[in-house]
Each structure stands twice: as C-alpha cells, then as structure tokens.
C-alpha cells in the first residue's frame, strides 16, 4: 500500500486532484468577487464566463504537463487525438470554432437581437457549442417573443448569415400599408398619415443621426431619409398608402399599434375617406350562367 501512495502514478492522481480544486476554487472566489462588485448584468455575465473557461483550459493544460512528462510524447498523442477528433467530431469542432470566432469578431453579443438561418430571437447565452435565443417570430407577428428557447450550433456563423437587429443601429425601417378607395380623398388620406407618423417619434428623432454618423465611420453606409414617409401605389380596389419609418427593433409592433389606432380614429372623423377591401360582383346572363368580375 505505501509503495502505491509513493508511486509516480499515485502521486500523478494527487497532482490532478490538486489541479482540479486549485482551479475550482479560484474559479469561485473570482466569480464571488464579480458578483459582489459588477452591478451591469451583462458585464457581470461575461465576466463570469471569461473566468470559466480560462481556469477550465489552465485545468487542462496542466493536467496534460502532469500526465506526459515528455514533450515529444505529449506532442505525438495530441496529434493522433486531433487527428482522430477531426474526423470524428467535424460538427463539433466546427462549433468551437464558430465559438472562438465569436469571442474574437464579435458577430452579436448577450441581448442582441439576431436572425440565424430561419430562427429569429435575443441572444440569452453563448457556449462552448451552441447559441441560445429566445426566439421570436415563427406563428407569432411583429416579432414578439414566443417563449421558447432555440440553441443554435456556433458553427453556423461560417454556413449561414448572420443578421443583427441591434448590434451599431438598433434601429429598422417599418412598413404599414392602408388601402383607401378610390372615391376617397386618398391626398388628406396621405396628410394624416404622416401627420400621424411623424407625432409619433417614438425616442428616434436625431439619436438616428448619431447612429448612423457614428456608423458611417466603421461602414460603407449612407441614409438621406430619417423622417416617415408616404409611398403611393394604385392597386386592384384602390389607392395603396405605403407609410415608412424607423423605429427600435423592439418596438415595432408597439409603434404599429399605436400608429394604426390613431390613424383609425382620424378616418372616422372624415366622411371624404373609405378603407377599401377586395370584393366580388357576380352577374346573371341565364339560367347557370354566372361569371365574377
């Protein structure tokens, strides 16, 4: 039994095991420090994650001192593991990669809002594999939550795009069609709407500016329009009003509740302005003989 707890392998088992504590503890105590002192949220969250993962790979790398004392050995078996893993766990792999990439480019952090492939949502975490949203859209219009969480594997950063609603310019063009018939005075249709439009600024105004002159300096990037406006079409059954603005990412079914209802209530109180909607005329010539028009 003495000779076992004197052996070099026995005496590797204890050095791993101090490792492994060493690690955890240091680990806890920074964590503790991070939470007590960083009031940001999300601050306190990466924070805490940075620390993870470099007390987790100081872990490994000192276990794998302690366990191939020779350089030339150590480097041989970490060639043949990567080899093997390579083939193996491409998938996975891929994932880490699309993780360091992450770290490094920073494609979307914490809280952003980001579309990848057909899943939509709000960045809630970053792992070593995966990605998790909480998803928005899917039955669910305007870009509202649903409630379910989505992880997405990091490799998909080198296969699909990634869009980013909130990360430099958190704000999007919004559109609202109204149709009107064609008796109606479709130009004070047209003044109203953007009358409406443009009292409802929902905090946009000249923060868009900034945005976009701060943008402007890291990308090829141009905007003359910031304020609403008004596109005209003639459609099938009347006159299509087209209203355009910006707005945050995260307020755009909001805005468009609140636009709609006010639009709503002035149409009322004119008698010159009908919403018009798709209709159907049938025609009888005889007996069985019908056609709609």
């Not at 080899?83 to 952090?109: C, D, F, K, N, V």
């Not at 305007?142 to 990091?154: E, L």
């Not at 004070?188 to 443009?198: G, Q, R, S």
């Not at 209709?279 to 019908?290: M, P």
Request: aromatic share 12%; net charge positive.
């Amino acid at each position: 039994m003495f000779d076992f707890l004197t052996s070099p392998l026995a005496l590797k088992i204890s050095f791993s095991l101090l490792s492994i504590l060493v690690a955890y503890l240091i680990s806890a105590i920074i964590v503790r420090i991070i939470n007590k002192n960083v009031k940001v949220l999300k601050r306190k969250y990466t924070a805490r994650k940075s620390v993870v993962y470099i007390t987790t790979f100081a872990c490994i790398i000192a276990l794998l001192f302690i366990w191939f004392e020779r350089t030339a050995s150590l480097v041989t078996i970490l060639g043949a593991i990567a080899a093997g893993l390579t083939l193996a766990l491409h998938q996975a792999i891929l994932s880490m990669a699309g993780w360091i990439l992450i770290l490094i480019r920073r494609p979307y952090e914490i809280g952003d809002r980001v579309s990848m492939g057909e899943v939509s949502g709000d960045v809630i975490d970053i792992r070593l594999f995966y990605t998790s949203l909480m998803e928005i859209g899917n039955w669910v219009d305007a870009d509202q939550s649903t409630g379910r969480i989505v992880n997405c594997p990091n490799g998909k950063v080198f296969t699909e795009p990634i869009f980013n609603y909130t990360r430099g310019f958190e704000f999007i063009w919004n559109e609202i069609k109204i149709i009107v018939t064609f008796e109606s005075d479709w130009e004070k249709a047209n003044d109203i709407i953007l009358e409406v439009a443009t009292k409802t600024d929902w905090g946009v105004g000249d923060n868009v500016k900034a945005k976009i002159k701060k943008m402007s300096k890291k990308y090829m990037i141009h905007y003359e329009k910031f304020t609403p406006i008004v596109w005209v079409n003639i459609v099938d059954f009347g006159v299509e009003l087209t209203l355009r603005y910006l707005i945050d990412a995260r307020k755009r079914r909001a805005s468009q509740d609140e636009i709609c209802q006010m639009i709503l209530s002035r149409f009322n109180k004119e008698p010159d302005i009908d919403f018009a909607y798709p209709t159907y005329r049938i025609f009888k010539k005889g007996e069985g003989d019908k056609r709609k028009s």
